[in-house]
């Protein structure tokens, strides 16, 4: 595929701003500021936006079982259309209508016209299966050194061994690298911001994670990198002003006091035009966040749920989240390259087998269900039974 010039994208992409801009957005003349971008959706628009959707979201986080990470799910030569196909079918019957899907900036700079074609390609697919997708622009999980080509094999019975961050720790930590950022961002809103197979975007999941000390990643350098990273990320986005709402979801630690609350959650919740937040806890932990987050008056989406061993499981969440209509995104679907069955402490904890009780996903990788039990009150959850 032949790729498009940075210099030529990104004299696109100024051409497509000033048009927003000439159309009445309200995105900042800088495209350098750190301040909190302009443009955020006002909350009857958040909630008509949710309305439309025709009905509560329910879906999972996405990565098929061939994939030990993002970069093997898109690249060329690993990009299988017949497995995304066969593996939405399962989706599809259990009701779900979106997916949340991780990209990665090195697909663009690697080949960015095939990058679309493929998400093209994708997003036909789901659409095709009655399915929206709520794509990730980056990452702060896992390993902090990404590379394109050939994606190292899992490590056995680890979980998630081979993921990576986007854009990882070299280039989180280089402003130089800020102009290929920016075309990434902007050339894919750009493409896609009218698109009604998208669903939403999610533009950095998890920014400030450590890792559990996994890595060699200082942990106050990387909140304060992401942390600039993500006021950028924002203001870029702002600047194309995509039709589909804008979010980045908390994580961690205490939101019960707006005025106590981290600068960055502070800052995530402020500029998210719908709230999404994650939560691997009991229901009661998850109620009370859910209360917590009503205050803003938006549209609530947990982006990701669902760990067996600590409480967070389809019987005891699923039924609360439709209830207070908060979209369910779980995480893991198929069981494959990424070993999400193994628990978090895979990592330190040595495996020899899979353990009795899976930590995530929901199908084997011949589409047999772990849980007859969870898919059927999945199926009952969205309607799908009835169909």
């Known amino acids: 595929m032949k790729k498009i010039a940075p210099w030529m994208m990104l004299l696109l992409l100024t051409a497509a701003t000033a048009c927003n801009n000439n159309k009445g957005s309200n995105a900042s003349d800088s495209t350098d500021t750190l301040t909190a971008p302009a443009g955020r959706w006002t909350a009857e628009r958040a909630e008509a936006w949710y309305q439309q959707q025709g009905g509560w979201l329910a879906g999972a986080n996405y990565a098929p079982a061939y994939a030990v990470n993002e970069l093997e799910m898109w690249q060329a030569e690993t990009f299988d259309t017949a497995a995304i196909d066969k593996e939405l079918g399962w989706a599809q019957q259990l009701g779900f209508n979106v997916i949340r899907v991780f990209l990665h900036n090195l697909l663009w700079q690697q080949d960015s016209t095939g990058m679309v074609k493929r998400m093209d390609q994708f997003l036909d697919i789901a659409s095709r299966h009655g399915i929206g997708t709520m794509f990730v622009l980056f990452d702060g999980v896992w390993n902090p050194d990404p590379h394109t080509g050939k994606q190292p094999a899992p490590r056995p019975h680890v979980h998630n061994s081979g993921w990576v961050q986007a854009p990882g720790t070299a280039a989180l930590k280089d402003t130089a690298n800020d102009a290929a950022l920016k075309s990434y961002v902007q050339g894919i809103l750009t493409h896609f911001g ?3 197979r998208v669903k939403l975007w999610d533009l950095f999941n998890e920014p400030d994670n450590d890792n559990g000390g996994r890595f060699s990643e200082d942990p106050a350098e ?8 993500l006021r950028k990320v924002f203001q870029w986005s702002r600047e194309v002003n995509p ?6 979801a908390p994580w961690r630690r205490n939101w019960s006091d707006t005025a106590k609350m981290d600068p960055m959650d502070h800052f995530m919740f402020d500029q998210s035009d719908v709230i999404s937040f994650h939560c691997y806890e009991t229901l009661a932990s998850t ?9 803003y008056g938006r549209p609530l989406i947990c982006s990701e749920y669902m760990a067996r061993p600590t409480g967070s499981t389809f019987q005891n969440i699923l039924p609360y989240f439709k209830e207070q209509h908060v ?11 990424t070993q999400t069955i193994y628990p978090w402490d895979s990592w330190t904890k040595k495996y020899t087998a899979p353990p009795k009780v899976w930590f995530h996903d929901i199908f084997h990788e011949d589409g047999t269900p772990y849980d007859t039990a969870e898919t059927a009150l999945i199926r009952k959850m969205t309607g799908a039974e009835q169909q």
């Open 194 to 196: 009218n698109d009604s």
């Open 222 to 229: 990387k909140y304060k990198y992401a942390f600039i990273l």
């Open 243 to 248: 039709s589909q709402p804008l979010t980045v």
């Open 287 to 295: 109620q009370a966040k859910v209360q917590l987050l009503q205050r």
């Open 327 to 337: 979209g369910a995104i779980n995480w893991g679907f198929v069981s494959g390259k």
